[in-house]
């Protein structure tokens, strides 16, 4: 019987689902000039995306004009480019909508490497690499409607890190970093780089997990970092040269992902598959607007690169982009990562033991498994 109670509540809940695309489509009907084909797609966007503007004429007449823009803009990147985009999440949203997402340009993108950082990284990278493979990449995350890409960026590398040093995957709090890292020219939703949100990490002392400071994606709340929640502790911070794009292949194929940062225009973002390239974007340290995590390169074809809009977007929340020598989009200007401190590790006379890397000098042969 309970079976059956849940077929005949399952068949209610369809023909509810059914009724409201049906009324969608009269008023649609009467408020568009739009091909038939054009409707039905937006349609069972609607319906896929669950958009809450049904009962709204006014709202739906002016979202169904912007997913057929978006759709035409797909549609024409799929006939002159190699890479393949398709209608997803954002495609009833306008450029200026969307670009809430974006961090706001900085103009400190990034530091010179050091002296004493410069004989990690030269020397020679493997042909490919891929850390997925490694077991050391952190499930992909939705920043939502937040400009706080630089903390998913941030925490992606810290977490690949903390794998490749200490064996386990950790989830890391990005709302801290939204909340508490203002001192250090970030911005919150609004924006701001790796390379600072480390430097707050290194002097505050400590980046707590996620599950003790959770995401809400929105600035306005008060810091509540708890030091007994703190996992990762930063030691350095490597910033490496601006727009050495072969520095940034030894890094990422010799020691660890590498937090970057690359401008996004208005196409990328209806990526799905392939490897992306654009005539359009710059290559600036003025104009770079989203902070992303390089997990491996594959030849001088392109990087693989982990984004932070879910794992429903692109290839499974990842991008290619390439080719690599040509700083697509700024995809060296500002490239950083963390050297982390053991947090198990006694402390002497109030001082942190420090543990380097040791794949530092032979990445392939690390391994780690999730906790």
């Not at 493979?133 to 939705?142: F, H, I, Q, R, Y």
């Not at 690949?160 to 709302?175: C, D, M, N, T």
Request: proline share 4%; hydrophobic share 35%.
């Amino acid at each position: 019987m309970r079976l059956v109670r849940l077929v005949l509540l399952l068949a209610v809940v369809c023909s509810v689902v059914l009724a409201s695309s049906s009324v969608e489509a009269r008023k649609l009907g009467r408020v568009t000039k739009h091909a038939p084909e054009v409707v039905d797609q937006f349609n069972a966007f609607v319906l896929k995306h669950k958009r809450s503007y049904l009962n709204d004429e006014a709202e739906l007449a002016y979202r169904l004009e912007v997913f057929a823009q978006n759709l035409k803009e797909i549609e024409d990147s799929n006939a002159r480019n190699a890479f393949y985009s398709e209608v997803n999440e954002f495609a009833d949203e306008t450029w200026e909508e969307f670009s809430v997402r974006l961090s706001e340009p900085q103009a400190d993108c990034s530091a010179t490497l050091s002296e004493r950082h410069e004989p990690m990284l030269r020397h020679h990278h493997p042909e490919s690499q891929d850390w997925r493979e490694k077991g050391v990449v952190s499930p992909v995350k939705n920043q939502g409607h937040c400009g706080s890409c630089w903390t998913f960026s941030t925490t992606g590398a810290l977490e690949a890190a903390y794998a490749l040093e200490f064996g386990s995957i950790l989830s890391l709090s990005e709302q801290q970093l939204v909340d508490c890292a203002q001192a250090f020219d970030n911005h919150g939703c609004s924006g701001g780089l790796p390379s600072h949100a480390f430097e707050y990490i290194r002097y505050n002392g400590g980046l707590d997990l996620e599950a003790a400071y959770p995401y809400e994606g929105r600035n306005g709340t008060e810091c509540h970092y708890k030091p007994d929640a703190a996992a990762v502790f930063v030691k350095d911070v490597v910033n490496i040269t601006e727009g050495d794009e072969k520095m940034l292949q030894h890094a990422v194929g010799n020691i660890k992902p590498v937090s970057i940062a690359f401008e996004v225009v208005s196409d990328f973002r209806f990526y799905k598959n392939g490897t992306y390239t654009s005539n359009e974007c710059r290559r600036s340290a003025t104009t770079v607007n989203h902070a992303v995590l390089a997990v491996g390169y594959h030849k001088d074809h392109y990087w693989i690169i982990k984004n932070s809009w879910g794992a429903q977007w692109g290839m499974d929340g990842y991008f290619r982009m390439g080719p690599i020598g040509r700083n697509m989009c700024g995809i060296a200007t500002c490239s950083s990562f963390p050297i982390l401190e053991d947090p198990h590790a006694p402390k002497n006379d109030g001082g942190a033991a420090v543990v380097v890397s040791t794949s530092f000098t032979d990445a392939s042969s690390s391994g780690v498994q999730t906790s």
